[in-house]
């Protein structure tokens, strides 16, 4: 099975958010072998029914990666590195200005990281919340595709657009949904390492470990699955960019240490229900490269490097119940959950150039993120005019943030009834309820309509209505229409609400117009929630294996939060001099816009050899007011593979990716803005790999390859389009013992 060929196919899903009753599988870009997989797999978990969702069926914008193909790609650390291979999907920095470029995360359809949510097993994960918000929209961190190992995934959903609708706050370029796999009829149990190892000395190598154990504790009532993780990826060489940045101000990538631990207990109440508890603990240690955000080079740095020290810890804690039932009007799905993320940081300037730049070798500052979770949904099908299967359900979440270093800024001033000093409150929350009905109604048996409507309500902003409506219509035997529209939203996120944020400047990162000190930016609690309205439409071909489509997308992007430019007062400050400064808020801006082409074709060549790949062009990613992008991403991306079933035991691929040229932003607001902008755009490249997979025994498989064949290297050298480090060849090796 050629890895991009699920793009646009009807998915199988354990989301319990669109799981559809009775439904049968019917994923027709599998092979036969896959198939063949898939029924094994459900054989061994009799208490989670496989079914193909109806309303995802409906989606142009929807992907399927499976387990089979995740094996066949090169060994990676971070999940994001499989996800960005879906089209429509990019990896790009935290914010406007690109200036943490190598800290990249998964970007869906140009509308930027912040406006894609990750979900492990249908529950949002909101760590990277727990990492300060700075003025440029920017957070120093990698995101949250890293706290599940690739070799305990069982699928992962990549939906886009109007499919996403359904979420609710955060969906608006669209969702991840990471399921991992689900405990075993009979006891299985497999030990796995593996390594990448860079051809050039100055790139960071990866090692792992991994183990999981599954199995029944009490016949097929009770089951289990446990299993834990290891690895290590180094941090590049503090000089690895010097042949193009002298100053040495603009490092590699950071090195990052894993730890993680995962258990589930699956109790089958009776043959109707069942009930699950998961508990994970995972930390992640960044490993310190040479920089933070522009740092510049200092003895205190420089022996953190020398060290391969840890500059960021983050400890997350997760814990979850969820039941399911099936019953003779339909089925159930509720859960509730509670996450802990403890994101301890070393401590960092705060102020206009030095914002982010590490300050203190010794002191460490913790911000403490809670998220809890309650849901449900029920899925009925109903025989009224026409066959037809209602979802109804609702989330509520509540999250609570405490973080003494965004509000550590020296300051002692009030402003609009907020006394604004040392002691102004770290804490933050906020609640989001929603209620949400849709419809997947069958017209005919060609014509599928599924209309759909969530009404959310949140503690600071009120209500939001997101509508939808999707369509499919088959024309013939061989073509599908599908389109669909959807109105989306995101909520302020919590450092945007909070009245007592404050972040200051002393000139770099002021709005032009400043008094004769500097500039203050605070929270805003009468923010309004971003909007799109997500409008697709596409259409499929499937014949005899071969698989084509192609879609539209168009996106029109309301009230992005940006720091504002208004002047909303002036304050005189005393300090080692008197000054007066300007005070900024938060504010909602005007308009954006994003609309691009997704495609993808497969072809089997021969009966064990199958060409895959996908496409995809932005025609045009735009915020009105500057003619800037939102994001910094590629003008168009191509991923293929050939796949070839060389025997029973030995598979091999090769697998390429080609980056059309990247445009930089033209005056985004950055640190080092006095002394000009970078406006150098990075040239398009390819990227060639090749892998080979061989199941030497029933219980042991060894994997090998090469990726980057032609050793393309990209340095990071400004603030341009140019933000990011390309590592060169790499050479991987995995082995995998099982029972």
Same mark, same amino acid.
């Given at each position: 099975?050629?890895?991009?060929?699920?793009?646009?196919?009807?998915?199988?899903?354990?989301?319990?958010? *669109?799981?559809?009753?009775?439904?049968?599988?019917?994923?027709?870009?599998?092979?036969?072998?896959?198939?063949?997989?898939?029924?094994?797999?459900?054989? $061994?978990?009799?208490?989670?029914?496989?079914?193909?969702?109806?309303?995802?069926?409906?989606?142009?914008?929807?992907?399927?990666?499976?387990?089979?193909?995740?094996?066949?790609?090169?060994?990676?650390?971070?999940?994001?590195? #499989?996800?960005?291979?879906?089209?429509?999907?990019?990896?790009?920095?935290?914010?406007?200005?690109? +200036?943490?470029?190598?800290?990249?995360?998964?970007?869906?359809?140009?509308?930027?990281?912040?406006?894609? #949510?990750?979900?492990?097993?249908?529950?949002?994960?909101? /760590?990277?919340?727990?990492?300060?918000?700075?003025?440029?929209?920017?957070?120093?961190?990698?995101?949250?595709?890293?706290?599940?190992?690739?070799?305990?995934?069982?699928?992962?959903?990549?939906?886009?657009?109007?499919?996403?609708?359904?979420?609710?706050?955060?969906?608006?370029?669209?969702?991840?949904?990471?399921?991992?796999?689900?405990?075993?009829?009979?006891?299985?149990?497999?030990?796995?390492?593996?390594?990448?190892?860079?051809?050039?000395?100055?790139?960071?190598?990866?090692?792992?470990?991994?183990?999981?154990?599954?199995?029944? *504790?009490?016949?097929?009532?009770?089951?289990?699955?446990?299993?834990?993780?290891?690895?290590?990826?180094?941090?590049?060489?503090?000089?690895?960019?010097?042949?193009?940045?002298?100053?040495?101000?603009?490092?590699?990538?950071?090195?990052?240490?894993?730890?993680?631990?995962?258990?589930l207990l699956s109790w089958k109440m009776s043959e109707r229900q069942t009930t699950n508890f998961k508990y994970g603990f995972s930390r992640q240690g960044n490993i310190y490269a040479g920089d933070t955000a522009l740092s510049l080079a200092s003895d205190?740095?420089?022996?953190?490097?020398?060290?391969?020290?840890?500059?960021?810890?983050?400890?997350?804690?997760?814990?979850?119940?969820?039941?399911?039932?099936?019953?003779?009007?339909?089925?159930?799905?509720?859960?509730?959950?509670?996450?802990?993320?403890?994101?301890?940081?070393?401590?960092?300037?705060?102020?206009?150039? $030095?914002?982010?730049?590490?300050?203190?070798?010794?002191?460490?500052?913790?911000?403490?993120?809670?998220?809890?979770?309650?849901?449900?949904?029920?899925?009925?099908?109903?025989?009224?005019?026409?066959?037809?299967?209602?979802?109804?359900?609702?989330?509520?979440?509540?999250?609570? #943030?405490?973080?003494?270093?965004?509000?550590?800024?020296?300051?002692?001033?009030?402003?609009?009834?907020?006394?604004?000093?040392?002691?102004?409150?770290?804490?933050?929350?906020?609640?989001?309820?929603?209620?949400?009905?849709?419809?997947?109604?069958?017209?005919?048996?060609?014509?599928?309509?599924?209309?759909?409507?969530?009404?959310?309500?949140?503690?600071?902003?009120?209500?939001?209505?997101?509508?939808?409506?999707? !369509?499919?219509?088959?024309?013939?035997?061989?073509?599908?229409?599908?389109?669909?529209?959807?109105?989306?939203?995101?909520?302020?996120?919590?450092?945007?609400?909070?009245?007592?944020?404050?972040? *200051?400047?002393?000139?770099?990162?002021?709005?032009?117009?400043?008094?004769?000190?500097?500039?203050? !930016?605070?929270?805003?609690?009468?923010?309004?929630?971003?909007? /799109?309205?997500?409008?697709?439409?596409?259409?499929?071909?499937?014949?005899?294996?071969?698989?084509?489509?192609?879609?539209?997308?168009?996106?029109?992007?309301?009230?992005?939060?940006?720091?504002?430019?208004?002047?909303?007062?002036?304050?005189?400050?005393?300090?080692?001099?008197?000054?007066?400064?300007?005070?900024?808020?938060? %504010?909602?801006?005007?308009?954006?816009?994003?609309?691009? !082409?997704?495609?993808?074709?497969?072809?089997?060549?021969?009966?064990?050899?199958?060409?895959?790949?996908?496409?995809?062009?932005?025609?045009?990613?735009?915020?009105?007011?500057?003619?800037?992008?939102?994001?910094?991403?590629?003008?168009?991306?191509?991923?293929?593979?050939?796949?070839? %079933?060389? /025997?029973?035991?030995?598979?091999?691929?090769?697998?390429?990716?080609?980056?059309?040229?990247?445009?930089?932003?033209?005056?985004?607001?950055?640190?080092?803005? +006095?002394?000009?902008?970078?406006?150098?755009?990075?040239?398009?490249?390819?990227?060639?790999?090749?892998?080979?997979?061989?199941? !030497?025994?029933?219980?042991?498989?060894?994997?090998?390859?090469?990726?980057?064949?032609?050793?393309?290297?990209?340095?990071?050298?400004?603030?341009?389009?140019?933000?990011?480090?390309?590592?060169?060849?790499?050479?991987?090796?995995?082995?995998?013992?099982?029972?």
């Amino acid at each position: 099975m050629a890895f991009a060929a699920t793009s646009n196919s009807t998915t199988a899903t354990q989301d319990p958010l *669109l799981k559809t009753p009775n439904a049968q599988t019917t994923q027709q870009n599998h092979s036969d072998k896959d198939k063949s997989s898939e029924t094994k797999a459900s054989e $061994v978990e009799p208490n989670i029914t496989v079914t193909a969702s109806k309303m995802l069926d409906q989606q142009p914008g929807a992907s399927i990666i499976t387990k089979k193909e995740i094996d066949k790609l090169p060994p990676v650390n971070d999940l994001k590195d #499989l996800i960005r291979r879906m089209p429509g999907v990019n990896l790009t920095g935290n914010g406007n200005t690109g +200036s943490r470029g190598n800290n990249r995360q998964i970007d869906i359809r140009g509308m930027g990281p912040e406006n894609t #949510l990750i979900l492990i097993d249908g529950v949002p994960v909101k /760590s990277r919340d727990s990492v300060r918000y700075d003025r440029t929209g920017e957070r120093d961190t990698r995101g949250d595709t890293n706290w599940v190992p690739a070799s305990e995934v069982a699928r992962i959903e990549v939906l886009r657009g109007p499919a996403a609708a359904i979420y609710g706050s955060g969906a608006m370029g669209g969702v991840v949904n990471i399921i991992t796999k689900r405990p075993t009829k009979k006891w299985h149990g497999s030990f796995s390492l593996y390594t990448n190892q860079p051809r050039s000395s100055k790139e960071g190598a990866t090692k792992r470990a991994n183990f999981d154990l599954s199995g029944p *504790l009490s016949s097929d009532v009770l089951t289990m699955r446990l299993y834990g993780n290891v690895n290590k990826t180094d941090a590049d060489s503090p000089n690895i960019n010097s042949s193009v940045n002298s100053s040495n101000d603009e490092a590699g990538m950071e090195g990052v240490r894993n730890k993680d631990i995962n258990a589930l207990l699956s109790w089958k109440m009776s043959e109707r229900q069942t009930t699950n508890f998961k508990y994970g603990f995972s930390r992640q240690g960044n490993i310190y490269a040479g920089d933070t955000a522009l740092s510049l080079a200092s003895d205190a740095t420089e022996s953190l490097v020398n060290a391969g020290a840890e500059t960021n810890r983050m400890y997350r804690s997760s814990y979850v119940i969820t039941h399911t039932g099936y019953w003779s009007w339909g089925n159930t799905d509720s859960s509730l959950s509670y996450s802990a993320t403890r994101n301890s940081r070393m401590d960092e300037g705060l102020t206009g150039k $030095v914002d982010g730049q590490i300050t203190s070798a010794e002191s460490f500052s913790t911000s403490h993120l809670r998220n809890y979770r309650g849901a449900s949904k029920a899925d009925i099908p109903l025989d009224f005019i026409f066959p037809q299967t209602l979802t109804v359900g609702f989330d509520w979440n509540h999250d609570t #943030l405490n973080d003494p270093f965004s509000t550590g800024q020296s300051a002692s001033f009030d402003y609009d009834g907020v006394d604004y000093d040392e002691n102004s409150s770290p804490k933050s929350q906020d609640t989001l309820f929603g209620i949400y009905a849709a419809n997947s109604i069958k017209l005919t048996q060609s014509t599928t309509l599924v209309p759909a409507v969530r009404l959310d309500h949140h503690n600071e902003f009120g209500y939001n209505w997101s509508p939808s409506l999707n !369509l499919s219509q088959q024309l013939g035997a061989m073509f599908t229409l599908k389109a669909g529209i959807a109105r989306t939203f995101k909520a302020p996120n919590l450092y945007q609400l909070n009245p007592n944020y404050l972040e *200051l400047s002393s000139g770099n990162g002021c709005p032009t117009s400043q008094a004769s000190g500097g500039c203050y !930016l605070i929270g805003n609690a009468d923010l309004k929630p971003e909007r /799109s309205i997500n409008s697709e439409i596409g259409i499929e071909f499937k014949n005899a294996g071969y698989v084509a489509g192609i879609t539209y997308f168009h996106n029109d992007y309301q009230n992005k939060i940006v720091s504002g430019t208004d002047l909303v007062g002036t304050v005189a400050v005393d300090g080692w001099y008197s000054s007066t400064y300007n005070v900024y808020q938060w %504010q909602n801006t005007g308009k954006a816009l994003v609309r691009g !082409l997704e495609a993808n074709l497969s072809v089997p060549l021969h009966r064990d050899l199958k060409f895959s790949t996908n496409a995809t062009y932005m025609i045009e990613n735009k915020i009105y007011s500057t003619g800037n992008p939102i994001s910094i991403i590629p003008k168009y991306t191509l991923n293929s593979m050939l796949d070839w %079933q060389a /025997s029973d035991k030995l598979d091999m691929n090769l697998n390429y990716t080609f980056y059309g040229r990247r445009k930089p932003r033209t005056n985004a607001t950055i640190r080092n803005d +006095s002394y000009g902008m970078d406006t150098t755009a990075l040239g398009s490249y390819g990227l060639l790999g090749m892998g080979a997979n061989y199941h !030497l025994t029933k219980h042991i498989s060894l994997g090998a390859g090469m990726s980057n064949i032609f050793d393309k290297v990209i340095l990071r050298s400004g603030n341009g389009g140019n933000t990011f480090n390309q590592h060169g060849r790499a050479y991987y090796a995995k082995l995998t013992a099982s029972f």
